[in-house]
């Protein structure tokens, strides 16, 4: 029996968690999404020998994918509604569920 993870998933979890966004494609217009922001998101990376690595925080949006007419990408912009803070989208990654994570690179305060 297959899950229908944007329905039953993600959809949900983007309902409760998730506010409003201004999305602005590159050379389109803005359209309003609904997205889990976190300004705050740690990553860590182990270099080949994982004896060391490097941990980097920066702001992501969790996304719904079926909320765009094409896909997130690299140097698309966005506004965050509650801080009114703008991004830039600087990596895309999808999943397999129908979502996807925008690692985001800040612009400007409100």
């Known amino acids: 029996m297959a899950v ?3 329905g039953l998933v993600i959809g949900p979890l983007v309902g409760v968690f998730g506010e409003p966004v201004s999305y602005t494609p590159q050379g389109g217009e803005a359209f309003q999404i609904t997205g889990v922001f976190d300004d705050a998101y ?3 990376v182990l270099f080949e020998d994982a004896t060391t690595g490097v941990t980097t925080v920066s702001a992501c949006l969790g996304v719904q994918l079926s ?3 094409v896909a997130p990408a690299q140097n698309d912009a966005m506004t965050v509604q509650s801080t009114g803070a703008s991004y830039l989208v600087r990596e895309v990654r999808v999943d397999s569920r129908g979502g996807a994570r925008l690692l985001l690179s800040k612009v400007s305060l409100p």
Request: proline share 0%; hydrophobic share 45%.
């Open 42 to 44: 740690l990553k860590e």
């Open 4 to 6: 229908d993870w944007n």
């Open 67 to 69: 909320q765009f007419a």
